[in-house]
């Protein structure tokens, strides 16, 4: 917004409308009565010049007996909606003791596409509420104060106005220590995010008949789809832009949806705009777009979508979610799944993805994890054009770490097999804010945005930009085993060890319910384990290095069933590398479980070449587990992906020199001596 101060007055002059509602309301109150009446101002002020037209036009078309009516009121009103009541918003402060009944009067007057919004708002409770403790005239008269404020459209843009809405959400919830970004995201953020998947669409400048469709499924007040629709109709005034989005709060969807409304004449793209989950009820489930952008909820807890998603999920590729599951704990990546989902078909059209996530979709989860494989799909299919790394500090509700994820249907050649990672996070792409806001302290102006925008168009490795082959995020985990190596020897301390088992001590334990039987089994048990502690006694004294050797000489002494055998020779046993190789039946050597270990072959590589480089020098006795498979291609190894972004861009650091350490060290320590010495003059 280019106008601060107005911005400033205008979100001051809201929020102190908050100080009407002190002591009669909660504060986690406060958000659901002020803002369906910023709405409602903005509204009627957007009507008041065509009042008079479209009450003559009802009143005509009543005459008429005509019963849709529809069309024609919103050309007299100029607007994809109007309001056939006999009130605005002035003329319902003329009548105080009748204010609650008028006004629900007046938002029945409304269009059914604005009636929505109020109901999403539960108006109608808040109408009560505020009577209840004598607010209402006194709210609505603060709002029609213009000398203070002025939320015409005419004054304030609808793009300044999402400015508005988007800083009171924020503070709303930081006064209530809530989550604000998961309502909106900063909008030199966004800008950035559009400007890089339009340089992408080469087609999108050619002329007249360029249509283009834009989705956000988690849209928030609306600022993502308005921004794209603006940055779209600079590069082509001729283009036609059709928006969609789905928003899971009500009061964000009802912003966004009276945003809209005042934008397109038609009022198709508030039609767009559709309430509810999108994980577990996608409205626009039939729709394919040109471009989608989201920042969807970090960390979201997916578990109330859980039983549509997992449905979805087994329907395999048929759904949206075939690739994998993430943890219930983040559902970042299912929302990336939808977005894939929900691109063109490549032989008919473009298709392009902008989403921001936090660190975690890079390298959350192991080979064969959900999120492992949602990325493994991905590059399989070279849909990831490139990632880029954004400054911290630069949202309102966290400093952590974000990242731009860009998404194509159609790489051109030379980008294909191709991920170029950009490293925008350091100082030349940021300065700090005058004020921070929440948790931003930092922003991102133009001169940065274009500076990023260039890593990004001219694809050139440097230090900020790294391009890899999509295999080069793949790697085949192996299971590395060792034998079985177990020396025996007859002690009091392998007795104890024994005794402590929890096989050994069932030995005298019966589940039994009759008593005769049960005490009956228990005195066999407890017979069974004197005589194995006596046969026990005959091998004291001497040290068995071979498994084998020990087992003949117990049973010389006792015949002892095999799950007996084997909880004796789990509990008098011990680890020694230099006893001899445990075998099974067939002479193969049996693996040491507690020695089980996995090495990261990255894909390229051989897994034998690597196994003999990395591996058998230092253990020569291992082997590589076999039957470790992956279930896609069958081979020795599970297949994983992941992206450690941090990695290719480090730059070692080395420690200051000690001598320095050393003088700064005596410097502080004589700094405290002063300070010691003037306290005791």
Not at 207 to 217: F, K, M, P, Q, S
Not at 305 to 321: C, L, N, P, W
Not at 563 to 588: F, H, M, Q, W, Y
Request: hydrophobic content about 40%; glycine content about 6%; some cysteine.
């Amino acid at each position: 917004m280019n106008d601060t101060a107005k911005f400033n007055s205008v979100v001051s002059f809201l929020w102190a409308i908050a100080d009407l509602l002190n002591g009669a309301f909660k504060k986690s109150e406060f958000q659901k009565i002020i803002l369906p009446f910023v709405v409602l101002r903005r509204l009627d002020y957007a009507l008041v010049a065509t009042k008079a037209k479209v009450l003559e036009t009802e009143h005509t078309l009543k005459e008429k007996g005509l019963e849709n009516r529809h069309g024609q009121l919103c050309r007299a009103a100029g607007y994809a909606f109007y309001n056939t009541s006999k009130f605005t918003y002035e003329s319902l402060l003329h009548d105080d003791a009748s204010l609650a009944l008028n006004l629900r009067q007046y938002v029945l007057g409304f269009s059914s596409n604005v009636r929505d919004i109020f109901a999403a708002f539960n108006f109608d409770d808040t109408i009560r509420d505020l009577e209840r403790v004598n607010l209402l005239y006194l709210l609505m008269e603060r709002f029609n104060e213009k000398s203070k404020v002025d939320l015409r459209p005419a004054s304030m843009s609808n793009h300044e106005m999402g400015y508005v809405f988007e800083h009171l959400l924020r503070k709303f919830n930081e006064a209530l220590n809530e989550n604000p970004g998961e309502h909106f995201t900063p909008r030199e953020i966004i800008r950035l995010m559009v400007d890089m998947v339009l340089m992408f669409d080469t087609e999108l400048a050619s002329g007249e008949g360029v249509a283009r469709t834009v989705n956000d499924c988690c849209c928030g007040t609306g600022g993502m789809l308005t921004i794209s629709k603006e940055h779209i109709l600079q590069i082509n005034p001729e283009a036609k832009v059709h928006l969609y989005g789905q928003e899971l709060n009500p009061h964000t969807w009802a912003i966004a949806r009276s945003d809209m409304l005042m934008l397109e004449p038609e009022g198709k793209d508030a039609e767009n705009i559709k309430k509810g989950s999108t994980l577990s009820d996608d409205q626009l489930a039939k729709m394919r777009f040109d471009y989608q952008f989201v920042n969807p909820p970090y960390g979201y807890e997916w578990s109330k979508d859980e039983a549509a998603v997992t449905t979805e999920a087994a329907s395999g590729f048929q759904g949206r979610f075939g690739a994998g599951l993430p943890r219930k704990s983040d559902g970042q990546m299912l929302f990336l799944q939808h977005f894939i989902a929900r691109m063109n078909d490549p032989e008919e059209s473009q298709s392009y993805i902008g989403i921001i996530m936090n660190g975690s979709p890079l390298f959350t989860g192991g080979a064969g994890s959900g999120e492992s494989e949602i990325r493994r799909w991905i590059m399989e299919n070279d849909w990831l054009e490139a990632i880029i790394a954004l400054p911290q500090q630069i949202f309102y509700n966290t400093g952590i770490g974000t990242y731009i994820w860009l998404l194509s249907n159609r790489k051109p050649a030379a980008h294909k097999g191709k991920v170029m990672l950009v490293d925008a996070s350091g100082e030349e792409f940021w300065s700090s804010m005058s004020k921070s806001l929440g948790s931003k302290r930092r922003q991102i102006t133009e001169t940065h945005k274009q500076a990023i925008l260039k890593l990004v168009k001219e694809r050139k490795e440097g230090p900020h930009v790294k391009i890899f082959d999509t295999t080069d995020f793949g790697y085949r985990e192996i299971k590395v085993l060792r034998p079985l190596k177990l020396r025996f020897t007859v002690n009091a301390e392998s007795l104890a060890r024994l005794d402590a088992l929890a096989a050994f001590k069932n030995l005298a334990v019966s589940k039994k319910k009759d008593a005769a039987e049960k005490k009956q089994d228990e005195e066999e048990g407890r017979a069974l384990q004197a005589a194995i502690r006596a046969a026990l006694q005959t091998l004291a004294g001497k040290t068995y290095m071979q498994r084998d050797e020990f087992t003949t000489a117990l049973e010389a002494a006792l015949k002892i069933k095999a799950p007996v055998l084997k909880a004796i020779l789990g509990g008098i046993g011990e680890r020694d590398d230099t006893a001899e190789i445990c075998r099974d039946s067939s002479g193969n050597p049996e693996p040491d479980t507690d020695l089980n270990d996995t090495e990261n072959v990255p894909l390229k590589e051989n897994v034998q070449t690597y196994f003999a480089r990395e591996v058998t020098p230092h253990v020569p006795d291992a082997w590589i587990d076999e039957t470790y498979c992956d279930k896609k291609d069958g081979k020795v190894g599970k297949v994983g992906y992941e992206i450690p972004f941090n990695r290719h861009f480090y730059v070692f650091q080395p420690p200051r020199p000690l001598s320095a350490i050393d003088a700064d060290l005596k410097a502080c320590t004589d700094s405290i001596l002063s300070m010691i010495g003037g306290l005791t003059k």
